[in-house]
């Protein structure tokens, strides 16, 4: 089969602190320090044959993906612009899509045929973090197109456990090709997906979501806010094609930012509300929602505690422009996976409904009025008849020996 290879020389820079694992396993955690010249070739390779938990997929369609071509570009010394894991030669290739042609001893989730695609992250299932269901942190991980050889060739071994089925795609495709394209897209479209709905722990509809940059992940994210009911979607992107790209997808409010405030264009988008969730104020209308970068710098003064565990270089600044990626909750900019929940706060809990007050406080529960029997603990009521106890079956039937002794 033929393959696209990428290599590069082993040639550490002289500050580099390398480590006895990267020196060992030649497997760089910062390419950037560690891999010069970087070539790309084709090659003819051998098939691939499944490990016994793998699965052999005939690639259909895969995606160059920005960090494939920053693996080829360099610096001025020669070094590649990539900056994470990598260990070369190996063949590119992580967004793709494909059919199932053969499995392994132990695969037995898929059928010869079946059209897949693939997670990216090859995970143990053993180290701590994957036990605590941080996947992603593995410790022992490696990665399709980075670590292990990936899908820019005519046929690629994936570990079963990483493989999705996308024969429900066949709903909306009728044609098997357009099926694949669009299932080749599917590992990109995580990358919004999880920011929004595993960072940010989701959309409220109505909510107004902005994008910096509409490249493929942004315009995914838009387009994942429109369909889970973001009220407004608003884009910024100084690259021409990418704003035609985001209108004719049917995008109203997509901006220049070298041309335009993008706070001010925010305001008019949002009758001035600003990014985030609509606020409404204690007799429903709307509320004085303030510039919004001057509001996402206050997390600290309002909540120092919050502040002691997120750090001030983590704060958000603006709608996006933070280290950490921000959202707004109820009018509050806080870095995403950071408890909202302060009662000294006043405002509502992520998981609360958008017009209700946050308050902790336990409700009492509500018990039914015992029949026939006075239960106002101002006119005598007995503590017993108050709480039920003592009773069996319906309320007001007494049982011998029941009450105050």
Known sequence: MRALVLDAEWDPRPDY???ATERDERRATNSAQVWRE???RVEDRDRPTPAADEVLVRVRYAGICGSDVSMTETDDAGYMH???????????GHEFSGEVVETGADADRFEAGEPVTAEVTDYCGRCRLCRQGFHGHCENFEQLGFTIDGALAEYVAVPEKLCWSVASLARAYDDEDDLFRAAATVEPSTISFYGLFGRAEGIWPGDYHVYHGIGPIGLTGMNVSRAAGAGTVIAFDPSAPRREI???LGFEHVYDPTEVDPVEAIDDATDGEGSGRPRRDERGGRGDVSDHRRDAG???ERRPHQQRRIGSRDRAQEVSGAERPAVRLGGTHRPAGVSTDDPADGRRSPRQPPDRHFDVRPRP????????RETDRRQGARPDELSGRG??????????GDGLK
């Not at 990539?82 to 590119?92: I, M």
């Not at 009773?391 to 011998?400: A, H, L, T, V, Y």
Request: charged share 35%.
């Open 38 to 40: 970087p070539q790309l």
């Open 82 to 92: 990539y900056s994470a894991y990598t260990r070369l030669p190996t063949v590119l």
């Open 391 to 400: 009773r069996s079956g319906e309320f007001g039937r007494e049982r011998p």
């Open 365 to 372: 529960r509500r018990r039914r009025r015992p029949a026939g």
């Open 246 to 248: 985001a209108r004719d």
């Open 298 to 300: 206050r997390t600290g």
């Open 17 to 19: 602190d390398l480590s």
